[in-house]
């Protein structure tokens, strides 16, 4: 398998390439050259594998021979193995609606079914092809601390993570925090993730710095994290289907980057038979008011009891834009360099018609966020994270959608507790992180003090261009 980019500057990798090169080196974002195809006999075939098999399955045509497969089989139970549920990601009843559990990883959110799986293939490759990787990040919540937990310990890796100072749940900064580890290295910047994405994006578009000191991303614009993501939506469908190919299947996705909800349309496109996919966002409305038919148009970045999706510039969007433009990546570069020079991006009335074929999209506010945890444990005894509750709130009224839960309630206790007086039990990977010791450090959100204390760590450790 061949990857190319969105914005068409790269020549065309194999899977080993695209996943070190992360970002690429256009400033596009990595995308097969081709979306391998499921027909009806492999639906029926794969409806009853576990994760852990569905995974072998899926991922094979994308990976080629860039990884044999003995090899890749014991990269997926190494990733699963960490987690505390036997279905790894189980589906649930909650009254009337089904919720797909993607948090039972070590750090308690969706994003550990792909980190997981990208720390330990950044570490085969490095340890079979030589090298060192010093990843770098942004996160607005969930990812910093799964992408620390793939990683930390690791040889030839070093962790560079930004957050929002004062924007993540105490609990979210406390997971990255308190990890302790050599190679790990939290930075809270002053400003917002948009702020931190867009330091993320201008190191990597820096070819030279890139080069120097080998930077690799772990964000959602690394291809694997998205690979990993399109098994679940197959696995949900397996377990509903009951092997029917004909049995159609619909999801609400809890979405502020766009890389969770876009696993699932290519999960369509290479032949899942689903019916709708709702993209369910908070007041950080951006996608809901396009796909409804606005601009793409990026506003304030309004905290909310979501802050994981408290998002204006959804990076992974590019890859759909990509698919939405007939696979043209001049009309990629014109799109985007609209939206750099006025913030405003439009699409043709034809685009528009696909955009409505493809998503449907709600947006819900903090208000409805804890009528919704309020009204499902009431009714049902389950309690919903404020991001999950997004999701459901967006559903509410569809009874055949699937609900991506995405992180446990734990994690957001002071909304839990707001909404229905008391908090979720903590899992063991939460409980005492409150008592342990942290470090991190707090920097200007800019590229140069950014790129300034990279240089400086790396120094002090001896690691050198």
């Known amino acids: 398998m061949q990857y190319l980019?969105?914005?068409g500057g790269v020549e065309p990798v194999g899977f080993s390439a695209a996943v070190m090169m992360g970002l690429g080196t256009d400033g596009g974002l990595l995308l097969p050259a081709t979306v391998p195809?499921?027909?009806?006999?492999e639906l029926r075939d794969w409806s009853d594998l576990g994760l852990r098999d569905l995974a072998v399955e899926l991922m094979l045509p994308f990976v080629g021979d860039a990884i044999p497969r003995a090899d890749l089989v014991a990269l997926i139970d190494r990733s699963y193995a960490t987690f505390s549920h036997q279905e790894i990601t189980p589906l649930v009843q909650v009254g009337?609606?089904?919720?797909?559990?993607?948090?039972?990883?070590?750090?308690?959110?969706?994003?550990?079914?792909?980190l997981q799986f990208l720390g330990n293939v950044f570490a085969y490759l490095l340890a079979r092809d030589g090298g060192r990787l010093n990843i770098l990040g942004a996160t607005s919540g969930d990812t910093g601390?799964?992408?620390?937990?793939?990683?930390?310990?690791?040889?030839?890796?070093?962790?560079?993570?930004?957050?929002?100072?004062?924007?993540?749940?105490?609990?979210?900064?406390?997971?990255?925090?308190?990890?302790?580890?050599?190679?790990v290295h939290n930075i809270a910047i002053r400003g917002t993730f948009d702020d931190g994405q867009r330091i993320v994006k201008g190191l990597f578009n820096d070819l030279h710095f890139k080069q120097q000191y080998h930077l690799g991303a772990i964000n959602s614009i690394n291809w694997a994290r998205i690979l990993a993501q399109i098994v679940y939506y197959f696995y949900a469908w397996g377990r509903m289907s009951r092997g029917?190919?004909?049995?159609?299947?619909?999801?609400?996705?809890p979405t502020g980057n766009f890389g969770d909800i876009f696993a699932g349309y290519l999960a369509k496109r290479m032949g899942l038979p689903?019916?709708?996919?709702?993209?369910?966002?908070?007041?950080?409305?951006?996608?809901?008011?396009?796909?409804?038919?606005?601009?793409?148009?990026?506003?304030?970045?309004?905290?909310?009891?979501?802050?994981?999706?408290?998002?204006q510039i959804a990076s992974n969007f590019e890859r759909y834009l990509y698919f939405l433009v007939g696979e043209d990546p001049a009309a990629v570069r014109t799109l985007l360099s609209a939206l750099d020079r006025t913030g405003y991006?439009?699409?043709?009335?034809?685009?528009?018609?696909?955009?409505?074929?493809?998503?449907?999209?709600v947006a819900v506010g903090d208000t409805q966020i804890l009528d919704q945890i309020r009204e499902t444990y009431e009714h049902d005894g389950y309690i919903l994270d404020p991001h999950t509750a997004v999701g459901v709130q967006a559903a509410r009224h569809r009874a055949d959608m699937v609900c991506l839960a995405t992180a446990h309630p734990a994690k957001f206790n002071d909304a839990v507790y707001q909404a229905i007086g008391i908090q979720a039990p903590p899992p063991p990977c939460l409980r005492e992180l409150l008592e342990k010791e942290t470090r991190c450090v707090l920097l200007d959100a800019t590229e140069e003090a950014v790129r300034g204390?990279?240089?400086?760590?790396?120094?002090?450790?001896?690691?050198?261009p």
Do not use: C, W
Request: hydrophobic share 45%; aromatic share 6%.
């Open 96 to 114: 009337g609606q089904r919720v797909l559990e993607l948090f039972h990883g070590p750090t308690a959110a969706f994003k550990d079914v792909a």
């Open 453 to 464: 204390h990279i240089r400086s760590t790396l120094a002090a450790i001896g690691d050198r």
């Open 244 to 253: 029917d190919p004909g049995f159609r299947i619909s999801f609400a996705v």
């Open 37 to 41: 195809q499921v027909g009806p006999a």
């Open 274 to 311: 689903v019916d709708r996919l709702l993209i369910a966002t908070n007041r950080n409305d951006i996608l809901t008011r396009f796909v409804t038919g606005g601009p793409y148009a990026a506003g304030e970045v309004h905290p909310t009891l979501s802050p994981a999706m408290d998002i």
């Open 345 to 361: 991006m439009q699409v043709t009335a034809e685009q528009r018609v696909t955009l409505a074929s493809d998503f449907d999209a």
């Open 145 to 183: 601390s799964a992408a620390i937990a793939g990683v930390r310990g690791k040889d030839r890796i070093r962790i560079f993570i930004l957050h929002p100072a004062g924007r993540v749940s105490p609990i979210q900064e406390r997971q990255m925090t308190t990890v302790l580890d050599a190679n």
């Open 5 to 7: 980019s969105t914005r």
